[in-house]
């Protein structure tokens, strides 16, 4: 696709907003559309101010000449000389579903369409569209300006040749594209899950304090944030609906299991850091859960969270989901894991990785804990993954 090609972008939120700055800076015409005017115009500023902000630091030459190449329209109409749509709405089925629906009416025959969507089936998504095969997902990661991971995700409908031109698209856009196949939550949502769960679930049990298990996490094993942390800082209106959402459908595997925990904090309206309180009561700047004084479960903390994220790993890779490639530079880049799972796996051990898994599940007797058939073939031989 050249940089002729006018891209157009559905919905002017942070992540629409984003996806459309990323398009221009490759040096695309883009058309940002929003039925709500007032967002539009909300965008239409937060856009101007950023641009501005990147030539103040010398990296555009001119923010009004890149602002110039934006439209902001409030009708679909406006699509019709789009190559590539992106919709970046609201995480719900049926809305997605009409929105494409619509705009397959106005664009033109080769004009391709894709979802940001972070875990919807795009099979279905698809299915809304009288040509299927020109729908696939590009899931990027907010804030798409900074974030150099996009999963590609094809329907089971979609046109091969779409995921190489996506591919190499995104690699023109500056950014670093993963395939990841059309399951649940695709390869960073899906892996990432136990971080939060099994996390929680250490809480839960009163094994250690909220703080504790986030300074494990961050001073022992290297990750940037700790899970409740994490948690607050997406906010538990978008953390806990994916987890649910994964949940539900994978059929209530048990792995993916939601917490009450998380549950009520939504229900609360204690969203996080945006609400000013969580896990953590940002407000005062106390922690409302503990403190990180007890650090003598360290290791089981580290053991048990580590253990199930790189389970998930691996058994994405034995489901197919992705490559072994794509999986280590999707958890790196797009969620910013201090080293890839498999790789974590191989420097551990598989082997003692089973065999905290097998532990949990002599413990629980839960399926929660099974581990992948793939992750004990390799304990078995002493196999490395990377």
């Avoid at 929003?34 to 990296?59: H, I, R, V, Y």
């Avoid at 001073?219 to 948690?231: Q, V, Y």
């Avoid at 700047?285 to 053991?303: E, F, P, V």
Wanted: hydrophobic share 45%; net charge negative.
């Amino acid at each position: 696709m050249t940089k002729e090609a006018q891209i157009g972008i559905i919905g002017s939120g942070a992540m629409g907003s984003g996806i459309a700055q990323v398009a221009a800076m490759a040096g695309h015409q883009v058309v940002l559309y929003d039925n709500n005017t007032a967002a539009l115009e909300k965008a239409k500023t937060s856009l101007s101010s950023a641009l501005q902000k990147l030539q103040e630091k010398g990296k555009i030459t001119s923010a009004a000449e890149l602002l110039n190449q934006f439209t902001f329209a409030d009708s679909i109409l406006s699509f019709a000389g789009c190559s590539l749509i992106i919709e970046a709405i609201v995480e719900r089925l049926e809305v997605k579903k009409s929105v494409f629906g619509e705009v397959e009416i106005v664009v033109n025959a080769d004009c391709i369409l894709a979802s940001n969507t972070s875990s919807l089936s795009i099979t279905s998504i698809a299915a809304s569209c009288k040509k299927p095969e020109r729908v696939i997902g590009l899931h990027f990661f907010n804030p798409a300006p900074l974030m150099a991971l996009v999963e590609i995700i094809p329907a089971i409908q979609t046109d091969p040749g779409l995921i190489t031109m996506a591919k190499e698209l995104m690699l023109q856009w500056g950014k670093l594209p993963v395939i990841a196949k059309d399951t649940p939550g695709f390869i960073v949502n899906r892996i990432a899950r136990p971080y939060y769960g099994e996390a929680i679930r250490l809480f839960e049990e009163g094994i250690a304090s909220i703080a504790a298990i986030d300074k494990v996490m961050t001073e022992i094993a290297g990750f940037r944030m700790g899970p409740f942390a994490l948690m607050d800082y997406i906010g538990h209106d978008v953390n806990y609906v994916v987890t649910e959402t994964v949940f539900q459908s994978f059929f209530y595997d048990p792995r993916y299991k939601p917490s009450f925990s998380q549950k009520r904090l939504l229900e609360a309206g204690w969203l996080g850091r945006k609400s000013g309180r969580g896990f953590y009561n940002y407000a005062s700047g106390d922690d409302i859960k503990g403190d990180a004084t007890d650090m003598s479960t360290a290791g089981l903390i580290m053991d048990r969270i580590l253990a199930m994220l790189i389970n998930e790993a691996v058994d994405a890779l034995y489901l197919g989901v992705a490559s072994v490639a794509d999986i280590e530079t999707a958890m790196t880049k797009g969620v910013n894991y201090p080293k890839g799972l498999l790789q974590w796996c191989d420097e551990w051990g598989a082997s003692n990785c089973l065999a905290v898994l097998d532990g949990l599940y002599e413990e629980y007797h839960e399926d929660r804990y099974r581990s992948s058939p793939l992750l004990r073939k390799h304990a078995a031989g002493n196999k490395k993954f990377v």
